[in-house]
């Protein structure tokens, strides 16, 4: 049934989604190095380990889809590895206030967004035989759980990054 498909969008998207794959590892690789030192270091270096096999799976899945990888996205990949070592959400790698925030924020919508990625693939998967949707569903659940687990963090935290220390305020 893949003949029915505009092979170009199709593969246009998917390497939008590996590009935003490149920032995501940046972007774990960079909350990792924010969290060093704390008891959710774990937790972010296992995302981050896991964000770099999200990628290698969306590469595997352009390429057995039988997609060429843009030549766009391997000089966004560059961009984007460069931005995200420089970590502009949070440039000074603070745990402490807004800009902390604002990278827990984006870390949630980056998994988020490829969770929507797998859910649209678990969808085409009824008309692209190509496609595994147990492997989809995989994805989709890990997504979630990677969602979780920085919300969870985020709850676990907010009130430090948003509050004064007890001896300023008494």
């Not at 799976?57 to 030549?71: C, D, F, P, Q, R």
């Not at 800009?99 to 008309?127: G, K």
């Not at 979630?144 to 009130?159: C, E, F, G, L, P």
Request: hydrophobic share 40%.
């Amino acid at each position: 049934m893949e003949d029915q498909f505009d092979h170009d969008k199709y593969s246009a998207y998917l390497n939008q989604h590996l590009v935003a794959a490149d920032a995501g590892v940046q972007a774990f690789k960079a909350a990792a190095d924010t969290w060093q030192g704390t008891r959710w270091a774990a937790m972010f270096d296992q995302l981050h380990t896991e964000e770099i096999d999200s990628h290698a799976k969306v590469m595997a899945l352009v390429e057995s889809l039988g997609y060429e990888i843009s030549t766009t996205r391997n000089v966004l990949s560059g961009v984007v590895a460069a931005v995200g070592r420089f970590n502009p959400l949070n440039p000074t790698r603070s745990r402490d206030g807004q800009m902390a925030q604002a990278e827990i924020d984006s870390l949630v919508s980056a998994i988020r967004a490829q969770q929507t990625m797998w859910d649209n693939l678990t969808v085409l998967a009824d008309i692209d035989d190509r496609l595994d949707k147990a492997d989809c569903t995989t994805m989709i659940e890990r997504c979630k759980d990677q969602r979780a687990r920085v919300r969870d963090m985020s709850q676990a935290t907010i009130k430090e990054r948003f509050t004064k220390p007890a001896e300023e305020h008494a």
